[in-house]
């Protein structure tokens, strides 16, 4: 069974991309509970909904939709999958892959195209329940805008010596327009998860990678809700630091 995790929330924008997200997940859920009804027979869509307290944190809400997943929904697989991206060819039939995969090679967001692409895995990663919990999910540590799917580069580098990527005319997506902020790799978060980032590519990787990611999942966010309509799995989650909530945004 696959399961597309979406982490969400919008608004909270000022210090992040959170403006004009509600009508991203209105038009993802029609265009991918369509798509995936032509390519697949069993899947859900898990929308990660993370409340306006604190950063938004990318890599918290992967591994709450993640932890629903096999806890609640029996998934065998995941997409990680952004809100603003959505796939454009029918090739690209979200089925089951061996190895950890990025997906999103190319996005219509960016006006060039790269081949290899930069190192991270953003728009798009696929992965088995076991591999995900190999590479303990996404880092918790990443508050705020960048960098995750950078981390997230270097986890499958060093825990499984090599990052599959689909060829850019399949694994080609169409962005989702929403307003953007500019500047927010300026910020002090931003140096912030650089040093995060930065300390994960010194490392040997495991040591790294165990203490920080989906195992610690219950320590960094408390789940509030969850709703089941249809397909659709949507979970509320709050999002800790240091094991503390944090402030409304």
């Known amino acids: 069974k696959l399961c597309v995790v979406v982490p969400y929330r919008d608004g909270c924008h000022g210090k992040q991309q959170g403006k004009g997200r509600a009508h991203n997940r209105k038009v993802f859920l029609q265009y991918m509970q369509r798509f995936?009804?032509?390519?697949?027979?069993?899947?859900?869509?898990?929308?990660?909904?993370q409340t306006p307290h604190g950063l938004f944190n990318k890599g918290v809400m992967f591994n709450v939709g993640a932890f629903v997943g096999e806890h609640q929904r029996q998934c065998d697989y995941?997409?990680?999958?952004?809100?603003?991206?959505?796939?454009?060819?029918?090739q690209n039939d979200y089925g089951w892959r061996q190895d950890p995969t990025h997906m999103c090679t190319y996005s219509t967001q960016y006006t060039y195209s790269q081949w290899p692409p930069p190192p991270h895995v953003g728009g798009v990663l696929m992965s088995t329940l076991s591999d995900y919990k190999e590479m303990n999910g996404y880092s918790n540590k990443y508050h705020g805008w960048g960098l995750e799917d950078n981390d997230q580069y270097w986890r499958?580098?060093?825990?499984?010596?090599?990052?599959?990527?689909?060829?850019?005319?399949?694994?080609?997506?169409?962005?989702?327009?929403?307003?953007?902020?500019?500047?927010?790799?300026?910020?002090?978060?931003?140096?912030?998860?650089?040093?995060?980032?930065?300390?994960?590519?010194a490392s040997s990787g495991t040591e790294y990678t165990e203490t920080d990611g989906y195992s610690q999942?219950?320590?960094?966010?408390?789940?509030?809700?969850?709703?089941?309509?249809?397909?659709?799995?949507?979970?509320?989650?709050?999002?800790?630091?240091?094991?503390?909530?944090?402030?409304?945004c």
């Open 156 to 201: 499958l580098v060093k825990v499984f010596d090599k990052v599959e990527r689909l060829p850019q005319t399949i694994g080609h997506y169409r962005d989702l327009p929403h307003e953007r902020v500019m500047g927010l790799d300026t910020t002090d978060n931003y140096d912030e998860s650089k040093q995060v980032l930065d300390a994960l590519m």
């Open 217 to 248: 999942v219950t320590d960094t966010a408390k789940i509030n809700d969850v709703r089941v309509r249809g397909r659709v799995v949507t979970v509320l989650a709050e999002v800790l630091k240091d094991g503390k909530r944090q402030s409304a």
């Open 78 to 90: 995941f997409t990680m999958h952004d809100v603003d991206q959505i796939p454009t060819n029918p």
């Open 36 to 49: 995936l009804g032509r390519v697949r027979r069993n899947w859900d869509i898990i929308i990660a909904q």
